[in-house]
Structure formats: C-alpha cells, structure tokens
C-alpha cells in the first residue's frame, strides 16, 4: 500500500505542478509491482477530479480552436487502446510502455531545451490525436497531447486549461468504456477512494510549489526520470 500512496503523491504533485505526466509516474512507479489492467482505472479515477479542478483555475485560458477537435480525435482512438488494454498481455504492454516512455520523454526534452512553438497543422493534429486516444486507451498516457499542445499555447495557464480540457472529455468516455468492459471494478473505486487524499496532497503542493519554482528545471527533471524508468521496465520484461 505504501508504494500506491509514494505513487500517487508523486504523480499529482507532478500534475499540480505541469498540468501533466501523472500517469506516466503513476504507472512507471506501481509498473514494477502490478499489471497496467488494475494500475489504469485507479489513476484514471483519482486523475478526473484534477482535471475538473485545473480546467476551472485556468478557463479564461481556453481555446475551442485546440481541444474541441483534438478531444473528438482522442475519443476516436480510445476505443482500440481500451480493447488492447482488456486482451494483450501485461508483458508486452509494459515494453510497450517502456518504449512509450523513452520516446516520449526525448521527444518533451528537446522540446524544452529548444523551447520552440509551431503554427497549428491539421495534419499532425489529426496523427497525434488518434495515437493520444490509442494511448490513452491503453495507458492512460497524454503525452502525446502535452508534446502537441505545448507547441501551439503561449503560456503555461493556456496549456494546462487546454490540455485538462481535453482530458475531462477523454476521461469521462473512458470511464464509461472501462466500465463497460468490466476494467474497472468494485476493488479499483475502493482504491480510489483510499487514495484519494493523498491525490489531493500531491497536486496541493504541485500547485504550491510552481508558484517559487522554475517550471522548466523541474520537468527536466521528471523528463529524465521518466526516460530511466522507461529503460528499466523494457529491461525487466524481456
């Protein structure tokens, strides 16, 4: 239990304080231990409630040019993630994930070191929307979304409006979807439950904490431990 509450205070202290990664360092953390079928619906369940919260602090910042279509593709996309998620076997996922991770995380540090915006493409929206709803199905994992638009907002309030936008629509489908599928269970929403204070912990200090700290060093920082932790978990599962 205590590796759940380490798990779930670090990625929504990580949430509070970029509007994104928890669920990479929720699921990195509870990967070693626990198949990504039980570990998925207890962050999804402790991860909506953040979102509302973020999206509300920031709904000045909203921009129905950038998460109106990226949610209908993220939507499109999450129906084969959670199909996968039911059916294939935790081993491959967590390669998988592993893979997911280090692409990821090199992809968001160069990103960072350059600090380069784009103008919006219908084509890479359309690419990274579908792949996100695929991810997101099987993972969990916005990603994809955080490295699309941090490229086409401004500021760091108009990224995490946007983005926990887009995650309040994806999450409330893929609630109803895993639910329906029977992936969330009885014992998942008691989990929640438990751990739902420390969620709300975590992203309070998040908060607090961007408030004094450089944003950019810190997610460095979790860049690079996300990298190390996608490393180790192909590793372990080969």
């Known amino acids: 239990m205590w590796l759940w509450i380490i798990a779930t205070i670090s990625a929504f202290y990580i949430k509070g304080l970029c509007g994104f990664a928890n669920t990479l360092v929720f699921t990195s953390v509870l990967g070693f231990g626990e198949n990504n079928v039980i570990i998925s619906p207890v962050e999804l369940i402790l991860g909506y ?47 998988v994930f592993g893979v997911v991770i280090i692409l990821l995380g090199t992809e968001m540090y160069f990103r960072e070191t350059r600090d380069v915006r784009i103008k919006k493409s219908n084509v890479l929206l359309g690419i990274i929307g579908v792949l996100s709803g ?92 996300l990298i190390i932790s996608g490393i180790a978990l192909i590793t372990r599962n080969l």
């Open 134 to 225: 695929v991810l997101c199905g099987l993972f969990g994992v916005g990603a994809l979304l955080a490295a699309y638009i941090g490229r086409v907002t401004k500021s760091s309030s108009e990224f995490k409006a946007n983005i926990s936008a887009v995650f309040i629509v994806e999450n409330t489908f893929r609630i109803i979807l895993y639910s329906i599928l029977g992936i969330i269970s009885s014992a998942s929403l008691k989990q929640a439950i438990v751990l739902m204070p420390f969620m709300l912990l975590g992203l309070f200090m998040g908060v607090m904490s961007g408030k004094v700290m450089d944003d950019k060093l810190v997610k460095r920082i979790v860049i690079i431990l």
């Open 49 to 95: 409630p953040t979102n509302l919260i973020l999206t509300w602090e920031n709904r000045k910042e909203l921009k129905k040019q950038v998460f109106i279509p990226l949610s209908i593709l993220v939507l499109a996309g999450s129906i084969p993630g959670a199909f996968l998620l039911k059916n294939v076997d935790s081993g491959i996922i967590k390669i």
